[in-house]
């Protein structure tokens, strides 16, 4: 069979070039920089994992787990040492707000809280404002000043224990100078509240100077020396200029020392063990009581657990609401 060829047009000489065939699309490669990415995010959880596991674990084992705990106990009627437990439900909340002493208790801890917290504050604040200035022995007043708080506040307890004694005492001698008697610090209303707190604001009022005194520090000169220049007195710069820049540090000391005074313990213990007639009974001490005196291990948590709900309200309260008054420089 023959084949005849078909004649090739002549091609156009001015004609574009043909297009070329279109390349095969081939599947999208991931690029090499986002697997690198990928890699390093992979190594640092598992080195964030490998630091901070011990301390998750320890958290989970000596805070979480003895909250839950306690929340569970707050529904028994457990009697430390017997071996069985009835379940009651909210019975000891219900026992407890009804209680008569509750009153009481509740009241004590926050006269008990705002005087500690308040005095601390005002009184540390203007302990910092003094040590500011540039004294002969400024040095040495700052360690004074600061010493108390590294002591343990059972031993506090009982040193001004002696210091309160109504006829040896060196306060009875100091209000004898004045010729003022000495009251009974111990069993006379209300006396032993005062001693206690006294004795707090004593222990406690070197830490609040040393972190006011930080942010005093902190606060720059420029701004006090051009409030000077505008002739501002000594008091409008601290009211106008110095406390604005204070508040973190108050905001800091005002959640911690309240946290710190809803728990004390020690010195309650050591000075008035929360007498005379439960006259300075806080809530805390009252778990120790009810817990290791009176053997009410359900009841007791659940107290305890009532004042976890405080705490956590007045932190939450102070994040909400204090916060927002905070100057950041």
Excluded: C
Aim: proline share 6%; aromatic share 10%; charged share 15%.
């Amino acid at each position: 069979m023959t084949t005849i060829a078909t004649p090739r047009a002549p091609e156009d000489p001015g004609a574009p070039p043909a297009a070329s065939a279109a390349p095969e699309r081939t599947a999208p490669q991931r690029p090499r920089r986002g697997r690198l990415a990928a890699g390093r995010r992979r190594t640092a959880l598992i080195w964030a994992l490998l630091l901070a596991g011990p301390n998750i674990a320890l958290l989970l084992v000596f805070v979480y787990r003895p909250l839950v705990e306690s929340l569970y106990l707050s529904t028994l009627q457990w009697n430390l040492g017997s071996p069985t437990a009835r379940f009651v439900g909210l019975g000891n909340y219900v026992e407890w707000f009804t209680a008569p002493t509750t009153g009481r208790i509740v009241t004590t801890t926050v006269v008990f809280t705002v005087a500690t917290v308040g005095g601390a504050m005002v009184l540390g604040l203007g302990l910092a404002l003094l040590l500011d200035k540039k004294l002969r022995g400024r040095g040495i007043a700052r360690t004074v000043a600061f010493a108390p708080y590294v002591l343990g506040g059972f031993a506090v307890g009982i040193l001004w224990l002696f210091m309160f004694d109504p006829r040896y005492g060196l306060i009875q001698e100091l209000l004898g100078w004045v010729g003022l008697d000495s009251p009974d610090w111990y069993t006379s209303r209300p006396w032993p509240l005062v001693m206690v707190i006294v004795v707090y604001l004593w222990k406690n009022l070197g830490y609040v100077a040393l972190i006011y005194l930080a942010g005093l520090q902190a606060v720059p000169q420029d701004l006090k020396d051009a409030a000077a220049i505008d002739g501002a007195s000594a008091a409008r710069t601290l009211r106008s200029v110095v406390l604005p820049l204070l508040t973190p540090t108050t905001f800091f000391l005002l959640v911690t020392m309240l946290l710190s005074s809803l728990q004390s313990f020690d010195t309650i213990k050591a000075m008035t063990q929360g007498g005379p007639l439960g006259s300075t009974t806080t809530l805390m001490y009252s778990i120790y009581v009810e817990s290791f005196v009176n053997g009410r291990a359900g009841y007791a948590s659940a107290v305890a657990t009532v004042l976890f709900l405080v705490l956590l309200a007045v932190t939450a309260v102070q994040l909400r609401f204090v916060q927002q008054k905070v100057h950041y420089a």
